[in-house]
């Protein structure tokens, strides 16, 4: 048995029946290691956590033993009570009616994973091109793959947006810096493991390896989505890549009235808005970070959507469940939201036109509405005009029955010779 097949026998145990309550506790295998891929360009701004990237020549990060340098903030073990916002915004549990995932491949670029927290998926791979071995120094990449499809726990209120779906998890860097080469080369792997979807939760510059990488993955049909970039000031603001590259889904943050955060990048081409701003989600150590912020995480939250979308309808191609993302988000509210917060719902359940080609649209406006000239208005009754036309029909009545009656007495007074009758 391979190890993806060892990997889907244990997943699909964990969730029999209902997505909501897991079944049984299965032990997690590791995947092989990959040798370390060493690149050459530094990252302009990296993984989102607020880090600027340092100059090049301390940038060039050794692969040291983990023991002396994974030193990842420290979580908390207890989460506060009720629904994270994110969830309760998003509603995904009823959009697991419709789709929690299931066989759907999602390849989270990124700084790694804690294998071993109870609530993060089963690998069909984890490559690590840093040659730091399972464990996640930063805490981003598990804060990112358990958005995307960490799994129902008993007890525990967190749950991921596709919590069936199949993660490769790419480790491209050991700390909060890396190179676009790396970057690069992880984009080419995901493609040669045959991912449906790309989460990228980097900002990086412009570059012409990235760009190839991208260009090739478009080609191959998976998803690709990006996180916008955060900023600190008005100096950030500048493109980041490669969300702001064609075909790729650029997901800026929101807050959880759905506006955009103020840290989140203006200048990159937003798609749609995810949840970005007071973020729960699994940190190293079996543990959870409480206030997270940054578009990398509203771009894992798009990521599990597109999961979900890729599973409800596979015959849709990347770009036209690129398209359905963008149709059925809630609405632009402002500069850099695209067409606003992703509604996961609304992205498996709405019927939407399609063009000959078969891509989903945008529904069409609603027809404008008749014209408040276009019937005319039943004009104001004239009282006057009424009463006198009522007493002129009155009079004419009377003299009618006057006349009536004076035809009746005259011809009968003259007979009599007007005189009274006698009485008998």
Not at 100 to 113: E, K, M, N, Y
Not at 346 to 373: H, M, N, T, W
Request: proline share 8%; with cysteine.
């Amino acid at each position: 048995m391979t190890l993806v097949e060892r990997w889907s026998a244990g997943h699909a145990s964990v969730l029999a029946g209902s997505p909501d309550v897991p079944s049984e506790r299965v032990p997690r295998r590791r995947g092989p290691v990959r040798p370390a891929v060493l690149g050459r360009v530094l990252l302009a701004a990296v993984l989102g956590l607020g880090v600027t990237a340092a100059p090049a020549a301390a940038a060039v990060a050794a692969a040291a033993p983990a023991d002396e340098t994974c030193t990842p903030e420290p979580g908390v073990v207890k989460l506060p009570g009720g629904e994270p916002w994110a969830q309760k915004r998003l509603d995904i549990k009823t959009a697991w009616r419709l789709s929690t995932g299931a066989g759907v491949r999602v390849a989270v670029i990124d700084s790694g994973l804690d294998v071993k927290h109870p609530q993060l998926p089963w690998l069909a791979e984890f490559v690590d091109f840093t040659g730091t071995g399972y464990t996640d120094c930063v805490g981003h990449g598990t804060a990112v793959t358990g958005i995307i499809a960490g799994r129902v726990y008993p007890g525990v209120a967190f749950h991921g947006v596709a919590p069936r779906a199949t993660v490769i998890e790419l480790k491209q860097s050991s700390q909060a810096e890396g190179h676009v080469a790396t970057l690069a080369a992880a984009i080419d792997k995901a493609v040669q493991l045959k991912a449906d979807v790309i989460n990228i939760s980097i900002k990086a510059a412009d570059n012409p390896a990235l760009k190839a990488a991208v260009r090739n993955a478009l080609a191959n049909d998976i998803v690709i989505v990006a996180a916008a970039g955060n900023i600190t000031d008005k100096k950030e603001d500048v493109p980041a890549y490669p969300g702001s590259y064609e075909g790729v889904l650029a997901v800026g943050s929101a807050t959880p009235d759905g506006r955009r955060a103020d840290s989140s990048n203006t200048a990159t081409p937003v798609a749609v808005l995810g949840p970005g701003v007071g973020v729960i989600a699994p940190w190293p150590g079996g543990a959870y970070k409480l206030d997270l912020e940054g578009s990398s995480f509203g771009a894992a939250y798009v990521s599990g959507t597109a999961a979900l979308v890729r599973a409800r309808f596979p015959h849709l191609d990347q770009e036209q469940v690129r398209r359905r993302i963008i149709a059925t988000a809630d609405g632009s509210v402002g500069e850099g939201t695209g067409a606003g917060m992703v509604n996961p719902v609304q992205a498996v359940s709405a019927v939407l036109p399609f063009e000959p080609a078969g891509r989903p649209l945008v529904a069409a406006p609603p027809p404008p509405g008749i014209p408040v000239d276009a019937i005319a208005r039943v004009p104001r009754e004239d009282v006057m005009a009424r009463n006198v036309s009522l007493a002129v029909t009155a009079g004419a009545l009377l003299a009618v029955g006057v006349a009536g009656a004076l035809a009746f007495v005259l011809p009968l007074g003259r007979s009599r010779g007007w005189r009274a009758r006698t009485p008998t």
